[in-house]
């Protein structure tokens, strides 16, 4: 197939795709007892009950009833949030920013650490600095992440004193004006350094222990397919030019072995979209994935269903990113399913 | 030059290329040492053909990959021999050196400019992520930078700063600075300059192997080409430099006999042009007698017998050989009555004394099992065939 | 002689072997390189070490009456450190004994982790086979399916469906049944269409078996090594999502659990507790990790590209 | 052909044809011409020898025959008695006439192998067999040998449960083997052994006839030999027919009987050994013969190689296939418009300068040109010896029209099988005369 069909038969199965990740949503919501718990915000008589009912077409089949609420949702109408008080759709842009803040501050220490840790160890098969980064990486992988955090938190927080929890030093960022939501780049723009180090200062504790899993995971793929691609009768071909070893390695081996790292790359955002909801328990970090955790614990089911979905469209359209960047890359594969 | 390099060249005669002395070259496995190529020593004659034979297994390509220290290590142990090398065209003339000896970054040096390689699977030995003008282009880059700035109109003509530049950036050892720097003006002239060079070379070199159409050819990936045209670009790449060794790992076996016919042809066209020394190594004694001057047949990590072709072919003194050449299925032979070689080549995980091939010889003595043949010659009258077998011996 | 035996290899005439014997042998040769590898060891001892302590839960602590999985409060050392006696590990702030969770909850990890594997690989193999067998518009429908719940990060998947279920540990193992059939099916579907287009299977076709006998003889045992890889993989992974679950707050509260108790724990460590959270997360690490390292050493050995080479 | 023995297999006019797919749907774009009409025939302990380069098809017969492949089109027959394959030969000539219509049912319902089902399929099934080249991929490695050997026993009910192992040892011993191979796995074996097993396998079900897919190609010459001497002792003691299929020449001269050449999904010449081996007659078999190092007893000749690589078999040259290849091409034939464009791979400017081909048929095309110079270029070039000879007499009529060429040949028909001097067959003008 060529890389322009794919990419289009990738775009085309994207529809299908969202639409059966609404149908779940939507299934769930009906399998968790009365669906009218979305709506209702105090107790009602029965009477109300049956009005809300008829006003919300749950009395018809539940296919239209997916249908009023899929229309509803393309209007922008999420619902209304218990935990928040407020209709879903005016919280979550705030929110919004504060987690792709994190998620983005995290994924760059995944990646650049990932992958320069992968090469080096690759590079050095069963040297120490190799066996080192291999533990590093194979416990990263199984470490759960409310416990990293939480000893992180003793350590630097409680007994050092090192880093501050919580998203900013409010004082600092009542003054700045927040066109884009991310303090980092608010501050910059404001010109307010110190409101700058703060943010970072206040983002490094969680961005590392949101990052670590993601690190050792993307380590580990760089690493095997690195080791993979040394093997391959094309690296003796390079070295039989009488090329250096880091020619070898940089633009033969590790330009290959980054073809399968990057797909693992693609799911580890989602790895470390969830890992928000964790992280920003721990270090009361203002976000989404806060805001879903009391969601949870409360039955907020609007708030549930809204973010389930946003996430995983959001999930779904950088894979479908990263696929492309795959294709484009890896110009071997006959592409197909 | 140092001293002690200086007997070893007296010892190399004249006519060599290359003289390759009791090569053992053992691999670590679970079960023990296996000994791969245990004792080899054949002789290349400068501007002739070596043709290496032996099956699956023996050893062969592990010899031509020690001429290039392209062993793995670990598992690979180089547990003794020498390889000596006549280098000619380097810049203080002619000289012999051991290529087991030299370090990396001598024989690095070396590689792909005095000794290349073909190697046996087209499709792999190039890197499928890069085009072919890439990769046949860093040949030069690494070997041939006055070539490259000749081409380019830029000999002599930089200095200073720009030139430090450039030739970072011929070399492919452009950080990120200097690559950044040559992409804007006034130095990306140069890099433009020097790009068109390189087209050129590789144009040139693609060429020569008789690619069709090169300039469009280099600029595809590997996976838009017929086997037969890999392989020729394999070719250019390796004889880009003119080497004085072209090391030849099964180049055809993984094509079809037509286009298997053209490779060959080619092969020895440009061998003869360019009077290249080469060692043929393949498992089909029929092909190599058909192109290479010498044999040499490998057993179980031992050469067993070596002459010229002719000689080899007509009046085998081995039983190995002669069963190899009894098992080609000829005009001679009955339906059904090939001389097959019965039974199976020996484990090499540390083999015991004797002759490798004594459990699938049929001529085999009572002393065969203790004494471990040496290669020797067949006659006083004719040196050049040697042969490891006690049947031979006085 | 001892040459010509060598030389002889296989030929060696040992008839006594029967096919049971062999297999046997074989089975142990693959665990014995398995067992080459060091860390592969490491965790099998740390798996054991859990097992033990999973299983003999009651003999080394006392069961708390009536329900043996409920923490037992002992309010009045509530909050103690570490080595007071009778709370070898402390209490938490709610009088929990520290170490009665550690042992418990590795009995609950492992009737968790033992279920939704369990469920989970008799579902995505099922399906993943189908798919692989019939193929053309059934295989299409089925992928789509499974890439629709793929396409849901899976702890926020199962958040989702456990919030929406309702709070408990019976629905805990609901949810990550529903989240992780997926992989299997997944693993199983590519499976079966690599193992399709080997010789072997144009072979017994060309015998004349039946296209039940060809699945069951040649194709299930052959792409089955992945799916037991990943099973292992899955037996830490399951109980590090769902001690997650569990922190998060969607177990019954009090529990005898590693994620309940270190979201128990969580209220001390502004006050400088640190234990109460330390050690159950560093029970749930291990127990990821063990698995991990056995599934890492496993995959290893099965690999199919090094099982033919070999 | 002698009129005593049964034909065990014979083939007419077999198509096998592979869809290409592309684009977002997956739509069916064209076919692969794999195996474009092909007739032979196999008799009872007979070996007819199968050659070609890698893609002309050889494979997919032999996937076809062992009843792996549904056929596009014509039939398969099997185990014919001679009066059948006469009354069968009738029937293709004089198909207006039918003369004994009920044998002609007869045939069809129980020697087609596409047709039959139920018993005579299974029947078949047992007497065809197959061996492939990798005897890794050939052999599951979760199976002990006994397990492998003695499975199609057990499919088929051959035997009672308490003879199963006795059979298998037999079975072993007759390749070679020993009942000491019996409990073991695969991968303990050489590779010349692994296919000892798959012949075992094969001959388990006593069948008439064996499909032998490239069964040495992967082995040492030493072994190779172990193994033909083991294919050819089976034959006499058996009368197996074998199909052999093979790209090695010598081999091919040393086992069969009769020997097929393919070239792209067609027979190019087929015949007696010594015939083919003695006289060729098609160009194409003459390469193949010189191309082989191991044929030729002159070490010095020059081995003939052919130009050019092998069309595309999807759209397939139509007249003679083999004439973009050949050293020997006439005017006749049957040239075509793809022809020049191919030729134009030489010389780049002019095949960029192509805006368009707008092509009828195959023998009339109008090129479309960015410029008039360009197409008056062609016209240049086509008139020099970039240019086979042969193929610039062919053209009809070449115009230049502004940016415009137009071009048209004579059309040809396919060029058929005929029967040359030494009684082989061959396809090619030159025998035609």
């Known amino acids: ?337 | 030059m140092s001293p002690d390099n200086l007997d070893i060249q007296n010892s190399l005669d004249k006519d060599l290329i290359a003289s390759v002395t009791d090569l053992k070259v053992y691999f670590e496995s679970k079960q023990g040492m296996v000994h791969s190529v245990d004792g080899v020593s054949f002789d290349i004659v400068d501007g002739e053909m070596m043709g290496l034979v032996g099956e699956t297994g023996c050893g062969k390509s592990v010899t031509a990959r020690t001429f290039m220290q392209l062993v793995q290590s670990p598992p690979g142990v180089l547990a003794g021999g020498n390889i000596k090398f006549r280098s000619k065209n380097i810049k203080n003339g002619s000289q012999v050196i051991d290529l087991l000896d030299l370090s990396e970054n001598q024989i690095r040096e070396l590689r792909g400019e005095r000794i290349a390689m073909i190697f046996q699977d087209p499709g792999k030995a190039l890197n499928p992520g890069l085009t072919i003008r890439t990769q046949v282009a860093e040949v030069f880059q690494e070997h041939r930078e006055n070539d490259v700035l000749e081409k380019a109109g830029l000999k002599n003509k930089l200095s200073g700063v720009t030139e430090y530049f450039v030739k970072k950036y011929i070399k492919q050892e452009a950080g990120f600075l200097v690559t950044t720097l040559l992409k804007i003006p006034p130095l990306s002239t140069y890099k433009k300059k020097i790009d068109s060079g390189i087209n050129r070379l590789v144009a040139e070199a693609l060429e020569e192997t008789q690619i069709p159409n090169p300039t469009k050819v280099m600029e595809r990936y590997p996976h838009e080409l017929s086997g037969g045209m890999k392989q020729r670009v394999m070719i250019a790449q390796a004889i880009a430099c003119n080497p004085d060794l072209l090391i030849a790992d099964e180049p055809t076996t993984a094509l079809d006999v037509t286009v298997q016919a053209r490779v060959l042809d080619l092969i020895k066209e440009l061998q003869k042009r360019h009077k290249t020394s080469v060692l043929y190594i393949s498992h089909d004694l029929s092909l190599v007698r058909r192109i290479c001057d010498r044999i040499a047949v490998m057993y179980a990590g031992q050469i067993v017998e070596t002459g010229d072709a002719e000689t080899i072919f007509n009046q085998p003194k081995h039983p190995y050989t002669q069963g190899l050449i009894n098992a080609l299925p000829s005009m001679s032979h009955e339906r059904g009555k090939l001389e097959a070689i019965e039974g199976i080549v020996p484990e090499l995980i540390e083999p015991e004394p004797g002759c490798r091939f004594v459990s699938r010889c049929m001529r085999r003595k009572a002393n065969c099992e203790e004494i471990d043949p040496k290669l020797k010659p067949i006659s006083e009258v004719d040196k050049s065939h040697k042969v490891a077998c006690l049947l031979y011996e006085a | 002689m001892k040459k010509n035996a060598q030389n002889a290899g296989i030929d060696e005439v040992n008839f006594n072997d029967s096919a049971f014997k062999v297999r046997l042998k074989r089975n142990l040769e693959i665990l014995s390189n398995v067992l080459a590898n060091p860390t592969t060891v490491l965790g099998l001892i740390v798996v054991i070490f859990m097992l033990a302590m999973a299983i003999f839960a009651p003999v080394i602590t006392e069961p708390n009456t009536p329900d043996p999985y409920q923490m037992p409060r002992d309010w009045k050392a509530a909050r103690s450190a570490p080595l007071t006696p009778g709370h070898i590990l402390g209490t938490t702030n709610r009088g929990g004994d520290v170490f009665y969770g550690v042992v418990w909850g590795a009995r609950t990890s492992l009737k968790l982790s033992i279920l939704v594997v369990t469920l989970t690989v008799v579902l995505g193999v099922v399906i993943g086979s189908v798919a692989g067998i019939v193929g053309g518009k059934v295989d299409e429908i089925l992928m789509r399916i499974v890439d629709v719940f793929l396409s849901i990060p899976e702890l926020i998947f199962a958040l989702a469906i456990a919030a929406i279920l309702g709070p408990s540990f019976t629905n805990i193992i609901l949810a990550l049944v529903i989240v992780f059939w997926v992989k299997y099916a997944r693993i199983m579907r590519a499976q079966v269409i690599r193992i399709k287009q080997r010789e072997y299977v144009d072979a017994a076709k060309i015998m004349g078996a039946s296209k039940l006998q060809i699945y069951l003889k040649d194709i299930l045992p052959n792409s089955f090594s992945p799916v037991m890889v990943q099973a292992t993989l899955d037996m830490g992974n399951i109980v590090l999502v769902g001690a997650t679950l569990s922190f998060i707050g969607l177990s019954e509260a009090g529990i005898a659990e590693w994620g309940v108790l270190v979201s128990e724990g969580q209220a001390g460590i502004s006050a400088g507790r640190w234990w109460a959270s330390t050690f159950p997360g560093l029970m749930v690490f291990l127990w990821a990790l063990a698995f991990n390292l056995v599934g890492d050493g496993l995959r290893d050995v099965l690999d199919p590209r090094t099982e033919t080479k070999r | 052909m002698s009129n005593s023995k049964n034909t065990i297999l014979s083939l007419r006019n077999v198509k096998k044809h592979f869809p290409i797919k592309e684009g977002v749907f997956q739509n069916v774009v064209g076919q692969v011409h794999a195996v474009d009409g092909v007739s032979f025939d196999i008799g009872a302990g007979e070996t007819v020898g199968l050659v070609g380069e890698s893609g002309c098809g050889k494979t997919t017969i032999g996937r076809c025959v062992s009843g792996l492949e549904p056929l596009t089109n014509g039939d398969i027959f099997f185990d014919l008695t001679p009066e059948k394959l006469l009354a069968l030969e009738d029937f293709e000539k004089h198909q207006s006439e039918i003369k004994n219509k009920h044998l002609i049912d007869e045939i069809q319902s129980t020697s087609n192998i596409s047709k039959i089902e139920g018993d005579d399929f299974y029947n078949y099934r047992r007497n065809c067999q197959m061996v492939f080249q990798d005897s890794f991929s050939s052999l599951s490695p979760r199976q002990l040998v006994s397990d492998i050997v003695s499975r199609p026993l057990k499919i088929h009910k051959v035997c009672a449960d308490n003879e199963l192992i006795p059979r298998t040892i037999e079975l072993l011993e007759q390749v070679g083997l020993g009942k000491q191979h019996l409990y073991r796995f695969p991968h303990q074996f050489s590779g010349g052994q692994r296919q000892r097993i798959s012949i075992a396998r094969a001959l388990a079900l006593d069948p008439k006839l064996i499909v032998l897919d490239e069964p040495t190609s992967a082995l040492d010459v030493s072994v190779q030999a172990q193994i033909l001497n083991l294919l050819h002792d089976l034959q006499k003691q058996r009368g197996l027919s074998y199909l052999f299929i093979t790209h090695n020449l010598s081999v091919i001269r040393h086992m069969a009987d009769k020997i097929v050449v393919m070239y792209l999904g067609k027979v190019v010449e087929a015949g007696k050994t010594e015939d083919i081996f003695s006289n060729p007659q098609h160009p194409y078999t003459k390469a193949l013969l010189a191309a082989s190092p191991d044929l030729s007893e002159d070490v010095m000749s020059d081995m003939a190689a052919l130009d050019g690589p092998i069309p595309d078999p999807a759209r397939p040259p139509q007249g003679c296939s083999f004439r973009t290849r050949c050293p020997v091409s006439r005017t006749e034939c049957g040239w075509e418009v793809d022809d020049i464009i191919r030729r134009l791979e030489h010389h780049e400017t002019l095949i960029d300068s192509i805006k368009s081909v707008h092509q009828p048929d195959a023998f009339n095309a109008k090129l479309t040109f960015e410029t008039s110079l360009s197409a008056i270029e062609l016209k240049d070039v086509i008139g020099t010896n970039d240019i086979p000879k042969q193929m610039r007499k062919a053209i009809k009529k070449i115009e230049v029209d502004g940016n415009d060429v137009n071009i048209s040949f004579d059309p040809v028909q396919t060029v058929p099988l005929v029967q040359s001097d030494n009684g082989s067959l061959s396809r090619c003008v030159l025998a035609n005369k």
Do not use: C
């Open chain 1, 1 to 337: 197939m060529q890389i322009r069909d794919y990419i289009i038969r990738r775009l085309m199965i994207l529809p299908i795709l969202i639409i059966g990740t609404s149908i779940i949503v939507f299934a769930l919501t009906r399998i968790g007892g009365s669906p009218i718990g979305i709506y209702l915000s105090h107790e009602m008589s029965p009477a109300e009950v049956q009005e809300m009912k008829e006003r919300f077409h749950l009395d018809k089949p539940v296919p239209v009833q997916y249908f009023y609420w899929i229309k509803g949702v393309s209007q922008g109408d999420l619902g209304w949030s218990g935990v928040a008080s407020a209709p879903v759709v005016d919280v979550f842009p705030k929110k919004f920013a504060a987690t792709m803040e994190l998620a983005i501050a995290a994924g760059i220490v995944a990646v650049s650490l990932g992958i320069a840790m992968g090469t080096f160890a690759g590079a050095r098969r069963n040297k120490i600095s190799d066996h080192i980064i291999r533990v590093v990486s194979v416990s990263g992988a199984s470490m759960p992440l409310f416990w990293f955090a939480i000893l992180l938190l003793i350590i630097f927080w409680v007994w050092l004193g090192w880093f501050p929890i919580g998203r900013s030093d409010p004082n600092l960022f009542e003054a700045i004006p927040h066109p884009t939501g991310f303090y980092t780049i608010d501050a910059l723009l404001a010109g307010n350094f110190s409101a700058f180090r703060d943010a970072i200062w206040h983002l490094i504790m969680p961005a590392v222990a949101l990052g670590y899993g993601a690190t050792a995971i993307i380590a580990r793929m760089m690493r095997s397919s690195l080791i993979e691609e040394l093997q391959e009768d094309y690296v003796d071909a390079a070295k039989a030019k009488g090329l250096a070893e880091r020619v070898v390695l940089k633009k033969h081996a590790r330009r290959n072995a980054l073809v399968p790292t990057v797909t693992v790359i693609g799911l580890t955002f989602g790895f470390l979209l969830q890992g928000t909801v964790v992280a920003e328990i721990i270090f009361r970090w203002p976000g989404l994935g806060r805001w879903m955790a009391s969601a949870v614990l409360r039955g907020d089911q609007a708030t549930i269903m809204a973010y389930v979905m946003f996430t995983s469209i959001l999930f779904l359209f950088v894979n479908l990113v990263v696929d492309i960047i795959y294709a484009y890359l890896d110009r071997r594969v006959v592409l197909g399913d």
